[in-house]
């Protein structure tokens, strides 16, 4: 039987934003193992007068070189929990897969004949997407029309102007969503796939914010990641909030919040297979975790490694 193969590619030319590859990269790596993908970072330009975002088109060419069954890309800025699971189980060959919503093409985008001959006018972010080799046209580089002609037919929304995204910043997602109409290109949300597999909900595995500066996205990543790293030593409790696992030990709820710290600082270095000096650790708001003791200890039971607690459902 042959083996499966699969790419999982990112975009890093420029020297993008290393603090932030730093908390990402490690994740991404972790994730092609788990799933037994080869990594392929983009770290060249081949269309250096293009917006570095255009360099994702590389792809095209790269999984034909490579000879991937299934190609993965993420941007740069994503973060990928270490229990995200393999997307490619979940899609026929002839499926392809981006992220949590499709947008209305017509409020960003000028419909082409493309887009209206197709009729389903999916606008798409891209800044996840998943295809099997029988539909690397997902990818398909500008051909038929030129970028200055794309460009003119993409229209930033309120929120998206309101930051650094500009129009020619969008020519990924642009480019994507066309490709999709122009080659008939069937689509798929992982939005979709838990509600047809009941999987996990994918926003709790993968973290991505484009509107916000760079030292905004480093301080809310460094938060999701410790976020996940405490709910690996808590449970919710059945009145709300989140108590602490037997294993977080103190004699009052500081010591305990003190005692959770450090061991999520234990995972995250674990997670990341180094230290990053600039984490920024603390407690999640307490509106979200209001982190207390275990009053009844005796109620909690250790079943196949997991905490067990009557009338709570993980």
Same mark, same amino acid.
């Given at each position: 039987m042959n083996k499966i193969k699969k790419g999982l590619y990112t975009l890093i030319v420029d020297q993008y934003q290393p603090k932030i590859c730093e908390l990402t990269v490690p994740f991404m790596k972790r994730y092609a193992e788990k799933i037994g993908a080869e990594f392929y970072p983009i770290t060249e330009r081949?269309?250096?007068?293009?917006?570095?975002?255009?360099?994702?088109?590389?792809?095209?060419?790269?999984?034909?070189?490579?000879k991937n069954d299934w190609n993965i890309f993420f941007d740069a800025d994503v973060l990928i929990h270490p229990d995200f699971w393999d997307v490619t189980a979940l899609l026929d060959k002839g499926t392809t897969c981006s992220g949590y919503i499709s947008d209305f093409t017509p409020q960003r985008f000028k419909p082409d004949e493309y887009f209206l001959r197709d009729s389903r006018l999916i606008g798409k972010g891209n800044w996840f997407a998943v295809f099997s080799d029988w539909c690397r046209d997902y990818y398909h580089p500008l051909d038929d029309i030129t970028f200055e002609q794309a460009v003119a037919n993409i229209t930033p929304i309120v929120e998206e102007e309101g930051t650094l995204v500009k129009a020619d910043?969008?020519?990924?997602?642009?480019?994507?969503?066309? $490709?999709?109409? *122009?080659?008939?290109?069937?689509?798929?949300?992982?939005?979709?796939?838990?509600?047809?597999?009941n999987t996990p909900d994918?926003?709790?595995?993968?973290?991505?914010?484009?509107?916000?500066? $760079?030292d905004q996205k480093i301080m809310q990543m460094h938060q999701a990641i410790i976020n996940w790293a405490q709910d690996?030593?808590?449970?919710?409790?059945?009145?709300?909030? *989140?108590?602490?696992?037997?294993?977080?030990?103190?004699?009052?709820?500081?010591?305990?919040?003190?005692?959770?710290?450090?061991?999520?600082?234990?995972?995250?270095?674990?997670?990341?297979?180094?230290?990053?000096?600039?984490? @920024?650790? *603390?407690?999640?708001?307490?509106?979200?975790? @209001?982190?207390?003791?275990?009053?009844?200890?005796?109620?909690? @039971?250790?079943?196949?490694?997991?905490?067990?607690?009557?009338?709570?459902?993980?």
């Open positions: 081949k269309f250096p007068k293009l917006p570095p975002v255009y360099e994702k088109f590389q792809v095209y060419e790269l999984s034909k070189l490579h910043h969008l020519i990924d997602d642009y480019l994507v969503s066309r $490709n999709i109409a *122009r080659y008939g290109l069937k689509h798929t949300l992982i939005s979709e796939l838990k509600t047809k597999f994918p926003v709790k595995y993968l973290w991505h914010n484009y509107t916000v500066s $760079n690996v030593y808590t449970y919710p409790l059945p009145t709300g909030g *989140r108590g602490f696992k037997p294993i977080i030990k103190g004699k009052t709820v500081e010591e305990m919040q003190d005692n959770l710290v450090d061991l999520a600082q234990k995972t995250v270095d674990t997670w990341l297979g180094k230290k990053i000096p600039t984490m @920024q650790l *603390r407690m999640t708001d307490p509106q979200r975790t @209001q982190v207390q003791p275990l009053t009844q200890p005796e109620t909690v @039971q250790i079943v196949d490694g997991k905490v067990v607690v009557p009338g709570v459902k993980e």
